[in-house]
């Protein structure tokens, strides 16, 4: 993990226009994500996925877009400042293993909502919880903080992978 200098503590460092923009950037991406991700969801919910059977641990259906929320928010701001504080190589992997997690994210919800198809779900997000990891070994090389912030994601992922694997042996 490297470590920050005073530069980068400072706030005019992360208030400078560059900064905000790589924000702003950081945030329409993982919304982007979130956004395609419940265009292929929602149509299955009161339909499908409401006839399948879950295992007791299911969480009430209103958890899941506030948690998922928080989720995309701490990808970005993570996102955001490996973007800011990586350079060349470090961050050029920080980057292919940030896009290949949230390219695996958005085709799970295809893979399970869109297609009906729990199976290829679990494949897919067991290769989602593998990138996550890769994830944040690569960001940890450029910021520790940003590494930690997806934490609750690979958590919540673990979760999920659970209740996939559940709904599928289920039905």
């Known amino acids: 993990m490297s470590s920050v200098s005073a530069e980068f ?5 992360w208030l400078s226009p560059g900064s905000l923009v790589r924000l702003v950037v950081s ?7 979130a956004a395609l991700g419940s265009w292929l969801t929602l149509p299955s919910i009161p339909t499908w996925y409401a006839g399948l059977m879950k295992p007791f641990f299911s969480p009430p259906n209103w958890v899941f877009a506030p948690v998922w ?3 995309y928010a701490m990808m970005a701001i993570a996102f955001w400042r490996v973007w800011t504080l990586g350079r060349g190589t470090a961050l050029q992997v920080a980057v292919l293993a940030f896009a290949v997690q949230l390219a695996l994210n958005v085709a799970w919800s295809g893979a399970f909502f869109a297609l009906h198809m729990p199976w290829l779900a679990l494949i897919d997000i067991v ?8 994830t944040m070994g690569a960001f940890s090389r450029i910021d520790g903080l940003a590494s930690w912030l997806l934490v609750p994601y690979l958590a919540w992922v673990s979760f999920a992978t659970a209740l996939n694997a559940a709904i ?3 039905n």
């Open 9 to 13: 503590r400072s706030p005019q460092f």
């Open 27 to 33: 945030l329409a991406i993982c919304f982007a994500a």
């Open 69 to 71: 929320t928080l989720l």
């Open 127 to 134: 290769a989602l919880l593998l990138a996550i990891i890769a």
């Open 168 to 170: 599928w042996w289920l």
